[in-house]
């Protein structure tokens, strides 16, 4: 050990006295105590909320801390009843004084303690716990987005239908991440949230691994493997893809044909093909292979409702040969939306609609227009089921209502408005919060990419009253008087 980095705290026999003493050096503050033959240190604020443990109840090798009832064994630094652990520290007796070893860890060694506790709180989903680790990430100087990637490796073979709402989610909160690189509260939040998402949607799930069987790669295969939804064969060949060299901006023409062969659970297909990018865009080759096994996985388990007998007639559709057209309509719905099929209870389940319903276009759109401009081949697909949407929505429109109040004078403006909600958001539906953000996000790609005023302005005014606009998150009488309406028909 270093010898300057020991310092001294107190002499023995006051510490015999007193029974405990506080080190503070810079902004370290470290409790030690005396209890029997055996002189202890810790860290001195709670890793909860950080009251001083020197304050706290010491009862054997336990010390608890007052305010909340954390317990920590001083011996190893564990949390007994809590979450968070304390880091402890070495004595040493010399000259009748006792001293502290307060040189730091490594920052490999810091780095594994807190990833530790990090998937601690990620195996119970322990928002504040995982916003701690994360602050401590930042503090200790270790990129943080190591924690992104360590979630994902955490909980793709917990996903049993593969790639959710917060592996898109999450696209966008690193998005957020890297725009706020001047704001560390901020980055703190989008990790958080991202995290958190992943977490809630693998808590209390097993396992489902995936096979390590690989076969030679071909898109022909892979696409029919989609279609026969034969997950175990889909994985074979993209293990094999991945196994001879291929990376995802070689698969991705095959993973958009993939997901717009059918109008897929609700856009949600190609919407995932193209977040998916992102996030790989943003963390590198690392988390390639359990993203694409993943999205691999969806893609064989998702819903087609082009099968329903409601998508068979493409006439009752408004079918456009333009994305502008139908981005506009589309955009149209979402402002106009009847807000009333919100919160009714006296519809039928084919009426159960709100504004997720309309927000999704405007993430599918985005899709459409991110992939069909690297695959222009696909844009029939595409626009056919931007259509849908906009058939599918259109009988929940009241074009009646004044909707005026709703214009967006200042874009810049706005958007940091809508940049602030979603950083302090308040739902505790994750999947709420996950639409916001990526309606946002596909709302603002698309404002600048159009080239039409009137479309600008109707994209503004429609995420304006969303984001103004009270949700429901719980539909307690809907659920009661559809399942008694649902069950009572055998009776």
């Known amino acids: 050990m270093n010898s300057m980095s020991w310092e001294r705290v107190v002499s023995v026999q006051e510490l015999e006295h007193k029974k405990s003493a506080l080190l503070k050096k810079g902004s370290k503050q470290i409790a030690v105590f005396k209890m029997g033959s055996e002189i202890l240190a810790v860290d001195n604020r709670c890793p909860h909320q950080g009251y001083p443990l020197v304050q706290g109840t010491v009862d054997a090798s336990v010390l608890t801390c007052n305010w909340h009832n954390w317990k920590f064994d001083m011996r190893t630094g564990k949390c007994l009843t809590g979450g968070d652990n304390v880091r402890t520290y070495p004595i040493k007796i010399e000259e009748s004084f006792v001293w502290v070893e307060i040189a730091e860890p490594s920052k490999e060694e810091l780095t594994q303690t807190i990833l530790e506790g990090l998937k601690t709180a990620f ?16 503090f200790n100087g270790i990129d943080s987005t190591i924690a992104i990637k360590k979630s994902i490796e955490w909980s793709y073979e917990k996903f049993k239908t593969g790639t959710t709402h917060a592996y898109a989610a999450c696209s966008d909160w690193l998005r957020l991440y890297f725009e706020n690189i001047s704001n560390p509260e901020n980055q703190l939040i989008c990790l958080t949230e991202a995290i958190d998402h992943m977490a809630g949607d693998a808590l209390g799930e097993p396992f489902v691994s995936y096979s390590k069987d690989s076969v030679p790669f071909s898109e022909e295969a892979f696409i029919s493997a989609i279609e026969a939804e034969d997950e175990k064969k889909a994985i074979a060949l993209l293990q094999g893809a991945l196994k001879s060299g291929l990376h995802f901006e070689q698969l991705e023409k095959v993973f958009t044909h993939a997901a717009l062969m059918h109008y897929n659970d609700f856009g949600h297909a190609l919407i995932y093909v193209t977040k998916t990018a992102t996030v790989i865009e943003f963390l590198g080759k690392e988390v390639e292979s359990p993203l694409l096994l993943s999205l691999t996985r969806a893609l064989c388990h998702m819903t087609r409702e082009d099968l329903l007998a409601e998508f068979q007639d493409i006439s009752r559709y408004s079918y456009q040969s333009s994305y502008e057209a139908l981005l506009e309509m589309n955009a149209k719905n979402f402002l106009y939306f009847d807000s009333r099929f919100e919160a009714a209870y006296d519809k039928p389940v084919s009426d159960n609609v709100g504004w997720l319903d309309v927000t999704h276009p405007m993430t599918f759109a985005n899709a459409v227009r991110v992939q069909c401009q690297k695959y222009p081949e696909f844009w029939k697909q595409g626009l056919l ?31 940091a408005e809508c940049v602030e909600k979603i950083l302090d958001h308040g739902f505790n539906d994750r999947v709420q919060a996950a639409h916001l953000l990526k309606t946002f996000c596909a709302v603002r790609e698309e404002v600048v990419h159009s080239q039409n005023e009137t479309t600008q302005k109707i994209l503004l005014a429609a995420l304006n009253r969303y984001f103004h606009s009270p949700l429901k998150f719980k539909h307690i009488r809907r659920a009661a008087r559809q399942n008694m309406s649902l069950v009572g028909k055998d009776f």
């Open 385 to 415: 089921q931007l259509s849908f949407f906009h058939g599918r929505n259109l009988p929940y429109v009241d074009t009646v209502q004044n909707v005026s109040s709703w214009a967006v004078k200042n874009k810049d403006h706005f958007f």
């Open 123 to 138: 195996t119970k989903a322990k928002y504040g716990r995982t916003s701690r680790e994360l602050a401590r990430l930042y």
